[in-house]
């Protein structure tokens, strides 16, 4: 179990560049989940695939922000024109089971630094 | 909307004394309750799910219980490697179902030795 990894780990662009991010999920779960989490705040959920269909999205997720999972494998997130104030954690977690048992595993994040 | 509360925000504790966190909830129907345990620079860690007012679950020193308000983490006699933030989060009944989670901004426990 190589658990949940994601890459890169810190990013630091400038306002108006693009960026994107990279979840490889523990390789048996089909759920994929990424959420946000700014400092002192708690995570905030963006979207959710079940294998490669993304099936609920936050309104969070401005147009800025767009979500994959090709193969239902890995995923990645990418923000466009990228804000301030999209300064944050980006979290990654899978599962393998419905997100009622909580068991989520969570990576250890990609920080983006937006100046 | 849904909301999570946790009080206090941040709590220092000797080792070995014992206290309890609390988070409050307002969500239109529970499906779950969870506790997750996050130390700096990492991902959180899932500990517990609680599903039904009355509900009690346990892991080492902690001890989640559950009301139809809200839900408290005891942690009984506590050691220095149980300093973290411990974060609360609920799953609300929706319609066509929803795999989100709501999370507390979390509650930031030092325990000193």
């Known amino acids: 179990d190589t658990g949940v990894s994601q890459n890169p780990r810190h990013k630091i662009t400038k306002r108006g560049q693009n960026v994107t991010f990279r979840c490889d999920p523990i390789s048996e779960h089909n759920r994929l989940y990424w959420y946000r989490q700014t400092l002192g705040q708690g995570p905030e959920f963006l979207t959710y695939?079940?294998?490669?269909?993304?099936?609920?999205k936050s309104r969070l997720l401005s147009d800025r922000f767009s979500a994959e999972r090709p193969k239902g494998s890995f995923s990645t997130l990418e923000i466009q024109r990228t804000e301030q104030g999209d300064s944050a954690m980006y979290l990654c977690?899978?599962?393998?089971?419905?997100?009622?048992?909580?068991?989520?595993?969570f990576g250890e994040g990609s920080r983006l630094t937006v100046l | 909307e849904d909301q999570v509360t946790q009080s206090p925000e941040a709590l220092r504790l000797q080792e070995g004394e014992s206290s309890s966190l609390n988070c409050s909830y307002t969500v239109s129907g529970l499906r779950g309750l969870f506790w997750y345990r996050q130390d700096p620079g990492k991902g959180p860690e899932f500990l517990f799910t609680l599903y039904s007012a009355g509900e009690e679950k346990e892991k080492e020193r902690l001890k989640a219980t559950l009301t139809k308000k809200e839900s408290f983490l005891h942690i009984t006699a506590p050691k220095p490697e149980d300093s973290a933030t411990y974060l609360c989060a609920v799953q609300a009944v929706v319609a066509g179902g929803s795999e989100k989670l709501v999370f507390g901004k979390g509650m930031k426990l030092t325990v000193n030795p």
């Open positions: 695939f079940q294998n490669e269909a993304q099936l609920e």
């Open positions: 977690a899978s599962s393998r089971q419905q997100i009622s048992t909580g068991e989520l595993f």
